[in-house]
């Protein structure tokens, strides 16, 4: 029962997925292993008949899964965010973890819902929708012929957590959105000192996202960190208004 606490709290988020048999054959692959939460971006209106063909017993994960217009609101509510995807290049991630890898990531996770996300069949993740993930998965494949189909994609990653997840943490992070709201603050503060040259500000923000969310905070945490970056602004602010001669 401990096992099945940690994955139930998964989530395995389609962006825009493009044929309902796909779906089917997703919903199939995360039933078998214990993975139950379905969640799909878009407006597309799909052939439910297709869905249930592949899906087989597994349709009831269709039945009740979420559906949300855009991934920001797909993803408002977790406290750890996934993409998988194989390509890289200097507007992806910094570095990308294997699957195994990620089970350890969860395993240190502290309560509250892990949304792994899968693109598009054709082209997979764009690289804002891979910028809205605080982490990266990559399942590694021959050089040679790397395509692996959706529901490959999300039966290899599931069968890892399955195998890999330990009983759930009692620890409880903060939220995505309590992520945002903390970046906020830092970018702000170095707003008010004038850290940025010319437009840096996104991508230090898009920085310290990437490793605030990987560092699972507590809201106490939070809030001292929000203090800590508040005050520094201040402080220089102070000491610049002061004539502080050791101010540049």
Known sequence: MEHKSNL????????EPQDGANIGSVCRAMKTMGINQLV???DRVYD???VRMLAIHAY???ERHLRFATLEEALRDSVL??????????NRKYFSILPDQLAERINLTGEGIVSIVFGREADGLTDDELHQCHLCVRIPTSPDFPSLNLSQAVQIITYT???KL??????QPIDEQR???????IGDSFERIGFYKQDERPEVERFFRDIMARATLSESETQRLEKMFIKMARLKLHKKASGDPTLP
């Not at 330990?166 to 620890?171: D, E, K, R, Y």
């Not at 992520?179 to 603050?185: F, G, K, N």
């Open 40 to 42: 799909v971006t878009g």
């Open 179 to 185: 992520v945002r709201a903390l970046v906020d603050t």
């Open 60 to 62: 009831d994960l269709y």
């Open 48 to 50: 439910e008949q297709r």
């Open 8 to 15: 139930d709290r998964i989530r395995i988020v389609l962006v």
């Open 81 to 90: 965010t996934v993409g998988a995807s194989r390509r890289r290049g200097k």
């Open 166 to 171: 330990n009983a759930l943490p009692s620890f």
């Open 161 to 163: 957590l399955y195998k």
